[in-house]
Every structure is written in C-alpha cells, then in structure tokens.
C-alpha cells in the first residue's frame, strides 16, 4: 500500500499540470485587453506594427516597469506606496547633487572621476532610498495607520528633501547612467534596445522570482490574503509589509536613476506622473488592490498595455494633427476604459 | 400551504448540487432539513432567500409562482435568512446591525437612536442577552453576533424564517432562550426551514424533517418517530457508530496521566475575558476546558497559543518559556492553535496546498518552492486528515467547513505538534468530518502531544476528554478528574 502512495502524488501532479496552461479566463484579461488596444492603434495609426514601434515602448515602459515591480510587492502585501515618485525624485536628485560635489565630478559634472567614486555616488541614493522606503514601512506597522497615508506624508517629505538639495537647480549624472538609459544593444537585423530595458528585464525577473519561488514571497501572498491567517500561521506579517515597502522605496530608487540616466540630467520636474502611471500598470496588470492576488508577470502586462497606449496615442494624436494638449484627457480616457474593460473580462472568468 | 417547492434543480459546473428536490412549508411549522455536508441544504436555502436566480423548477408561496431572482425578491415574499457565516457589519453598532436597512425614523428622515437602542436591547433580552447595544458588532463575541443575527432573521417581520445552523455557536442556555423565541414565533404563524447538524435541536424544534443527501431527497418524516439514531442512519445511508451516544450516562473520567507536563500556563490575565488562569496538560493528555459562551474559555485558547496577548502571566511549553502573544515563535515551538472561526485561520482564496504549506514552508518545502515540491509535501498530510476533494489546487474557500478545517489540521501536520489548543474545533461540521477530525485528535493525543478543546458543547468534551476544567466568567471554577461526570453535572457547574 505505501509504495503506492508516491505514484499517487505524481498522478495528482500530472493532472494539476496539464490543467495548468491556460489558467482562469480571468488571468487572460489583462491580455485580451492588451491585444485589443494593439489592434486598435495598428488599424488606425500608420506605421504602427513595426520594430521602431516595439523598441519606444519597451524604452518608453523601462522605467514604469522596474518601479511597478516594487509596487507589486507592496499592492500584493494588501498595502499602497505613493511615495514611489517622489522617492525616484528624490534618489536621482541625491544622486546629481553628489555627483557634482568637488570630490567628485564638480560642477557641470565635466571633470575626472574614478570608478569607485562613481559607485558611491550612485549606491549612496539607493541606499537612501530603501531606508525612506523602510522608514514608512516601520511607521505604518508601528502606528497601525493605514500605508496610504504613511506614505502620502513620505511622498511630501522626499519631494521637500529633493528641493532642499537641488536648490531647484539643474544636476548632471554620471555617465554610466546616462548610457544605461540611451545607448543600445544590437539584437541584429537591425533592431536594437536599449540597456535600461534589460535593467528592467533584470528587476522584472527578480521580482518574479521572489514572489513565486521564495518563502518571503509567499508571505507577502498570504499577509495580503489574509493577514490574520498568515499570523495565526506564524508569519511575521509586519515584517513582510515592512521589506516590502522597502523593496518599494529601492526600485522606486532604481527606476529614478535609470530616468534621469535617460534624459541626462536631474531636474524637478521629472518623475511627477510616475506614481500613477504606475499604480494604472499594476492594476491594469490585475493586481488586486485589496491583496493576496496578482504578480510580476500580470504587472508587466500592465506596463506594456500602458506604454503601448502612451505611444499609439502620440502617434494618432500626430497623424491626427489634434492639439497636443489634448493627450492627457485621451490617455485617461483609454485607461479608464481599459480599466473597466479588464474588470467586467475578469469578472466574468470568476463566474 | 404557505411555500411549495417542486422539482428543485441547481447544478454548479458538471455536478448537480440539487437535483429533483421537492418541498413544503405550512405556515406556522417548523420544518428541519439535514444532511452531510454537501448534501444541498445550502443550495437549496440560498435558492429561497433568492441569492442563486438560476435554478431548475418551480416556488409557489401562497399558491402563487413565487419570483426568487434576488435576496431582495425573496424578502418581499416575506423570506428572511440567517446565514451560518456570520454577514453583520463589524464596525457598527450591535443596534445598528440589529436594524441594518430598517431603522426607525421620524418624519425627517432622521434615525430615532433611542427607540432603536431600546429596541435592540428589548430584543436581546426577549433571548436572555443584557449588554450595551452601542458596542462595536466586532468587539462582541462570536456568539453574541451570531445571536444578533438570529434577532435580525427573527424580527425582520418575516413570514418564512430560514435557520442555517443558528445554535452551532450557541451554549445550552441561549439554545434554549432561542427555542423559546422560535415557539412563540410558530404561534403567531412564522414558518421556518431549520437546518442543522445538532440533530437533537431539529427533532426538539421542527414538526417534520426533510433528509438530504447528495443533493436528493431521501425522505420527509415526522421529527416525532425519528430518533437521532434513525436520523443519522437516513443522512450517510449507513449505520454509524456514534460515539456520543453515551453522554446522557455519566461518563468516567481516566484517572489522571502520568506524562510529563506540555503545556503550563500561570497567572494569565486579560480583561474582560479571563483572570488569574494557571493550568496544565500533560503529554497524551486531553483537557476540556467547558464553559458557556462567553465564559471566557474560547479566549483563553487563543491566548495560550499565542493568537491573543494576555497582560499578565507566563506560558511555558516543556519547561521553556514561550513569549505572549507570538504566533511565530509558539507555532515554531509546536504550540499550535485550531479555531473556530475558519475565515480568520485560512487564506480561503489561496489554493488548498499553499494554505497547507503555509506555516512550515522552510522544513517541508525548502528555500526554493515550486508548486511540484509543495503539492508533494501537501499531499501526504491532507489524505492523512481525509481532506476530500484531492485537487490541491482548488481555493480553500470552494471546500466545506469539515474540509476546511482538515485544511488546518493538515497546516499543523507537516510540523511538529507539542500542545495542540482548538475552539470548538468541529462547529457546524457533519458527523463523518467531525468523527474524522477527532479521531486525527485522539492519534496525536496518543503520539504524546498535549490537546486542550475549549468548547461549550458537554457531548464534545465527554466524549473525548481526560479532564475537563469549567470555566466561567473568565475563571476556572470545577475541575472534573479520575471521576464519573455527566452531562448535568457539567451545566450545572458552569
């Protein structure tokens, strides 16, 4: 009788796999949404499908897409971070203002600099930013506020610290960051991308990883499931909101560094929408905001729908030969569209 | 004929839930309806209080084709639910709950509080509750939000009243303040669907009893022929042997284990629930900690695990002081906790073998999971509870509340269990679960692990303690050992 057993497993293993593939119908809501707004541009927008296209999104969605991995974590855990923006501000600016310190480049940024002066100047600010990020966490644990205003008031303080230290003035970055975010690997044939969407791919992985293949992973799963379970279970859940928001502040960190890298300069202005549009990402992606479902695979779903519409609509705007001005209003209407269309497609694998 | 079921069919997927049902209700009877879990009682109840519109056959009330294609359909026809899954509103008042859609008002469209409060309290005291109606529904006990509930159901001005397992958190005293209340209410002519697994309350309360089973009907028989002995026969189609058969006889207590002690708790305070508790369950040994609702036993539980901080005391687990108030580190200890309340100990929509794995990842899994590692780890534990069906991957919360709770057992199996502390481990379980479960009990009872049930059923604890303490009003008040008690003995102590 217990030789069988083991046989038995790997029947019941078998058929959980080759239920596997498709999933839910749910889960391919966020696809079909996805495919929907790519039929649609490719009909209406000249030139639409074509490796020119595909490299502007994915330059255009790097960014989004390695802050929207930290916020993953964090929407997963059943919390909100809308720090990210202010943070990735607030990282970039550290980052320009120590550069141009006279110990290293100085002002403008022209001058000698060794490697190791470099490192630090850019692992300094993404230190800093895992802190801010831990800082919140602590404080929403601590004071059983809710995250959305621990980190509302965080939001507040990044943004007051990067106006402190920049003066409102303009900052160079060091050059590693200025090509991780333009310059580009061939792929052949032609077609070429540029770092920051490896360094995205890169996050994107980690991320998924984590969340699929690690215990913390699965806490973070089961604290924003069920908090109360997971305690009842032994999982320390304010620790596993308090990583996460951390691991929110340092892609918000990271994602601020490879911006400013791509528009070779630091400045205030920059980051100001990354919070929404990030947040949209996630969402648009499937993840819960309540908690307990979603992932790195769906959010990156949501970041290409929410490049893919960025960039259609500059392209059917210009073809259009429509005001420029009227881009945020058609973008929020797409998104919201897109948002009700996932919700009734998902809704519908439910029942 | 008040209501007139006919033909009832509801399938869900590929599986017929109910299939050919038929059904009647005269006004001013009381009707049971049992089955095993899974059986289609629910189905069928939901069906009346219009929360499944798409169903097979025909509902007429008062001779008329009824419309059940919503709950608020069902109300006009005067049909009110109380659900077994407790649906008040936590952070309201226990008045507000209790008027939840219908507060009194006065010509300007404002809440009459004082009526309402006085309303509210007046209702809980027709069932014997006295406590301030202004509190929060969350900072009461279950029980009493359960008996909220059931004041809800029993006073929306319904005609039909549908009882899903209402005693299931209820003690003897309140069962029979309730019973009382629902006599009086067949007197002026409510009629009501009672559905339960205490089989006694059913042949005590209802005229007739309509059994289920795999979504047929197996017959309607007058409640008074039937004995619970021929009513479980006709529900699982089998004779069973019911262990509780013999509580009525007093029952002698082993005399007292010699194993070393597991579990010690000294001096553990926190108002208002206990006060200066101090015991102890040695190895192999089982503990009854008995009490009515709200005797504070239920907390004490929760307390000895970790689940709630006491103020004061100490816990120590094989000579070794366990922090308060720690799940993590009582739970990594072999300190482990089976609740009553299966919503705050699952993750119900997280998968079965996630929920399984969920508190000894590390030791059954490894650092790197995959879903192939953890089904292989899941497996072994959940045929060891009998946890029924064996698909892993369905969400914890597809599975009835038997299955559930072996889901929880099946937690605590892939690690180590020293003391295992449960409140009323099997509530609103079946006969085959709960006889299961027990029985999953009594094995690690017998491995050497230390068990302490809290519960207020005396049938539960009779039958499978060694020692039962009585609690009431947050302390220990009679220690039953190497004696003959019964069940008497036991109310009257508490």
């Known amino acids: 009788m217990t030789t069988d057993v083991p046989r038995d497993i790997e029947r019941v293993l078998k058929t959980v796999r080759r239920g596997r593939w498709w999933g839910e119908p749910s889960d391919w ?43 993953t974590f964090v929407l997963i855990c059943g919390e909100i971070d809308l720090s990210v923006g202010m943070v990735a501000l607030w990282t970039a600016c550290a980052c320009g203002v120590l550069f141009e310190c006279p110990f290293a480049a100085g002002e403008g940024g022209d001058g000698p600099v060794s490697w190791w002066v470099v490192a630090a100047v850019i692992a300094a600010p993404l230190l800093s930013s895992l802190l801010l990020g831990l800082a919140s966490g602590v404080v929403t644990v601590g004071s059983r506020l809710p995250s959305f205003i621990i980190t509302l008031a965080l939001m507040n303080i990044a943004d007051g610290m990067a106006r402190w ?16 975010g333009n310059d580009r690997i061939p792929l052949g044939g032609g077609f070429s991308l540029p770092y920051s969407v490896f360094v995205a791919a890169a996050v994107l992985l980690a991320g ?63 980051n100001a929408d990354l919070l929404l549009s990030a947040v949209a990402c996630v969402v648009l992606g499937g993840t819960s905001l309540f908690g307990g479902e979603g992932g790195i695979g769906r959010t990156l779903i949501g970041v290409l729908t929410y490049s893919v519409l960025q960039v259609g609509l500059n392209a059917l705007v210009v073809q259009l030969e429509w005001d420029d001005r009227i881009r945020p209003f058609l973008m929020g209407l797409v998104l919201l569209g897109a948002l009700v269309l996932n919700g009734i497609l998902a809704r519908r694998g439910d029942s | 004929m008040l209501l007139e079921c006919r033909g009832i069919s509801k399938r869900f997927g590929g599986s017929a839930a109910l299939d050919g049902v038929d059904f009647e209700l005269p006004a001013g009877s ?16 939901r069906i009346l209080a219009g929360a499944l519109p798409s169903f097979e056959g025909r509902v007429v009330i008062d001779g008329r084709p009824a419309d059940l294609s919503s709950p608020r359909a069902a109300s006009r026809h005067g049909i009110a639910m109380v659900h077994q899954e407790l649906s008040g509103i936590g952070s309201l008042s226990v008045a507000e709950n209790l008027f939840l859609g219908r507060q009194p008002v006065d010509r300007f469209g404002r809440v009459r509080w004082g009526l309402m409060r006085a309303t509210a309290a007046a209702y809980l005291a027709e069932m014997g509750i006295d406590i301030d109606v202004r509190r929060r529904l969350d900072s009461c006990p279950l029980v009493l939000r359960q008996m909220v509930e059931i004041a809800r159901g029993i006073h929306s001005g319904a005609r039909i009243l549908i009882l899903d397992e209402p005693t299931s958190a209820l003690s003897p005293p309140e069962t029979r303040g309730l019973f009382g209340l629902l006599r009086e209410l067949r007197r002026r002519g409510v009629a009501m669907v009672y559905i339960s697994h205490f089989i006694e309350d059913v042949l005590d309360i209802c005229d007739r ?81 008995y009490g009515f609702v709200g005797a504070g036993h239920q907390e004490l539980a929760h307390a000895l695990a970790g689940a709630l901080r006491p103020r004061t005391g100490q816990v120590r687990l094989e000579d070794r002081s366990v922090p308060l108030g720690d799940t993590h580190a009582a739970v990594r200890r072999g300190l482990v906790l089976v609740a009553a309340d299966r ?26 999971i995959t879903r192939a590692k953890e ?83 005396p049938e539960l604890l009779l039958a499978h303690c060694d020692r039962i303490l009585v609690m009431r009003r947050g302390t220990i008040v009679r220690e039953f050992a190497g004696e003959s008690v019964d069940r008497g003995q036991l109310l009257r102590s508490a």
Not at chain 2, 402 to 412: E, F, I, R, S, Y
Request: charged share 20%; hydrophobic share 45%.
């Open chain 1, 29 to 71: 809501a966020p696809f079909v949404t996805l495919a929907a707004i790519v039929v649609f541009f490719a009909l209406t927008t000249r030139g639409f499908l074509q490796p020119g296209t595909l490299r502007l999104v994915l330059q255009q969605g790097a960014v989004l897409a390695i802050v929207s991995v930290g916020l």
């Open chain 1, 165 to 180: 230290i920049t003066n409102s003035e303009k900052f160079a970055v060091p050059g590693i960051l200025k090509r991780i």
């Open chain 1, 208 to 270: 998924h990883l984590t969340l699929k293949h690690t215990r913390f992973g699965r806490f973070v799963y089961m604290t924003g499931g069920n908090r109360e379970a997971a305690r009842l279970a032994g999982v320390r859940t304010s620790r596993i909101v308090v990583a996460g928001l951390a691991i929110c502040g340092w892609t918000a960190g990271i994602g601020g560094l490879v911006n400013a890298g791509r528009l070779e300069s630091v400045t205030l202005d920059q």
């Open chain 2, 30 to 45: 009381a009707h049971g309806l049992v089955g095993s879990n899974g059986a289609g009682k629910s189905t069928l109840m």
């Open chain 2, 209 to 289: 009893v309509t059994v289920l089973r795999d979504g047929r009907r197996v017959g309607t028989f007058d409640a008074g022929a039937m004995t619970k002995h021929s009513i479980v026969h006709a529900m699982l189609g089998r004779n069973v042997e019911d262990e509780e058969a013999g509580y009525e006889r007093a029952m002698e207590l082993p005399e007292r284990s010699a194993g070393p002690t597991v579990l010690d708790a000294r001096g553990l305070t926190r108002e208002p629930f206990f006060r200066e508790i101090s015991l102890q369950v040695a190895a192999g040994e089982c503990v009854g900690l």
């Open chain 2, 343 to 368: 919503a705050a100990t699952l993750v119900r929509s997280a998968p079965i073998f996630m929920n399984v794995t969920l508190a000894h990842l590390r030791s059954a899994v490894g650092a790197w």
């Open chain 2, 375 to 457: 089904i292989r780890a899941a497996l072994p534990v959940l045929d060891r509870v009998g946890c029924v069906p064996r698909e892993p991957t369905r969400p914890v919360r597809s599975l009835s509340g038997g299955n559930q709770q072996k889901v929880v057992l099946a937690k605590w199996l892939l690690g180590p269990i020293r003391a295992l502390v449960m409140d009323e481990p099997t509530r609103g379980m079946d006969v085959g679960a709960k006889q299961e479960v027990l029985k999953l009990v009594r094995e690690l009872r017998d491995q050497g692990a230390g068990v302490l049930i809290a519960s207020t059923e």
